[in-house]
């Protein structure tokens, strides 16, 4: 099974900048200003995969999907993407065709009026229902690791420690895209965009499992 991974696009993308594999999972951003008028042309990116799994864990970018989620799961579905992690009866997370599972985790910290946005005390609390999975796909990266200046959340190095996932896909902090082993975990950030939203500088991560 080969995994494709990326997170911060923030713009429309070609179908071609998405290697081939099994399953294509974004790990937020999809959006730039969060509007709606950028909606379409980033459903159309999406649909546009021929992946057979197509997985979306929505960033602080994305406040479409908060706002509307009714009609943005609808749009998303249609697209054949599965939102995961998100509040509001929204399944927590993804069963792969190799029996692992990714766990999403949407949420992000000190962002006021951004979308996702909650207290390290708002997100160890959701926390504490989340069991242990292989596979971790958070927009923020856990504290300390990949997070440029300290913009990851606490909460989600808990976990990391706490539940030694073996692969954590994240991205949120452009300027600190690349890899890690903490814990024996392959923690991947695969933010797109350089730090001026200005170049898709990093091509998509791809895991064979």
Known sequence: MRL?????????FPASFVPDGD?????????YTGYQDEWEGRLA?????????????????????ELYPGPALQDLRRAGVTVIGIEKGVKPYYELPNGMSV?????VT?????????TEEQIEEMM???????????????AGILDGKNYGVRAYRRYLKRFQPEYWFCGHVHEDAGEAA????????????????????????????
């Open 4 to 12: 494709v991974a990326t997170s911060d696009t923030h713009f429309n």
């Open 23 to 31: 399953v294509f999972l974004h790990c937020g951003d999809l959006m």
């Open 45 to 65: 990116s999406l649909a546009a995969l021929p992946h057979a799994h197509k997985i979306l864990v929505p960033g602080n970018h994305d406040n479409h999907i």
């Open 103 to 107: 766990l999403g985790l949407p949420w």
């Open 110 to 118: 000190n962002l006021p009026r951004w979308a996702w946005n909650r």
């Open 128 to 142: 504490a229902y989340h069991s242990r999975h292989k596979i971790v796909a958070s927009h923020a990266p856990p």
């Open 182 to 209: 903490v814990d024996g975990c392959y923690i991947y950030n695969v933010a797109a965009q350089n730090r001026n939203y200005t170049e898709f500088k990093n091509k998509p991560t791809v895991i064979d499992f």
